[in-house]
């Protein structure tokens, strides 16, 4: 499908990455997936944004970008191999602190990177799946930290400049992880492509916060989740 209006889909392989790959095709774009290799544990997710792509028929547009620098950094339990993943109970889902699975700048950086691809491609729209509801912890994903990257954007490229700046769509951003996956099973995501596990196992552990909040999202949404899950 070839369409004169074009977007930067930030996909990581996860859910709600793969959900925004959805809407921005139901939107009429043309997609430019992007992925981004920051040493995460969860190298498995790199395979299935690929497959993803496939899917949705892009794979020859397919990015995948390397920023190993952030697992030097360390800092996070999803770079730093310290820093244990927290399993059920032990972190605050809930609660005000910023998780210990948040990696320092990543969205930050994401956004410069896919704001530079989206300017070579002509691209009028960069998809992101932050969501501030179910990860209200996380500073990167809140509404006024994509409202001021925005505005930044549209002072430091040129097409921003010239009147035509790019935009940031955060589909996802108010939706409860199940209305995610509702909207996701309407338009027909490939849902058994993903992953969303922080462990990077060949199975979720259904343990980590991102399989917990997976887990609930098919079940308040009355789907059963097609991935594997290792046996408790």
Not at 109 to 120: D, G, N, Q
């Amino acid at each position: 499908m070839t369409t004169s209006k074009k977007a930067v889909v930030i996909l990581s392989g996860g859910l709600d990455s793969t959900t925004c790959m959805g809407l921005a095709r139901e939107a009429g774009y043309d997609l430019y997936p992007i992925t981004f290799d920051y040493g995460q544990r969860q190298k498995r997710e790199i395979e299935n944004a690929r497959k993803v792509t496939e899917f949705y028929g892009v794979s020859d547009r397919h990015k995948v970008i390397s920023l190993g620098f952030l697992k030097e950094f360390g800092g996070s339990a999803l770079t730093d191999e310290s820093i244990e993943v927290p399993a059920a109970g032990e972190t605050g889902l809930e609660g005000s602190e910023i998780p210990v699975t948040y990696v320092p700048g990543r969205n930050l950086l994401f956004l410069s990177i896919a704001t530079s691809y989206a300017e070579v491609k002509g691209a009028e729209a960069i998809y992101i799946g932050v969501n501030a509801l179910d990860y209200s912890g996380y500073p990167d994903c809140r509404p006024e930290f994509i409202r001021k990257v925005e505005e930044v954007m549209a002072l430091a490229t040129r097409v921003g400049v010239e009147g035509g700046p790019i935009r940031i769509e955060t589909p996802l951003i108010d939706w409860t992880k199940a209305e995610i996956v509702r909207q996701g099973n309407r338009i027909g995501v490939p849902y058994h492509l993903t992953t969303s596990c922080y462990n990077g196992q060949e199975e979720a552990c259904g343990e980590c916060d991102s399989c917990r909040l997976r887990l609930k999202g098919f079940e308040e949404a009355g789907s059963t989740d097609p991935i594997p899950y290792r046996e408790a």
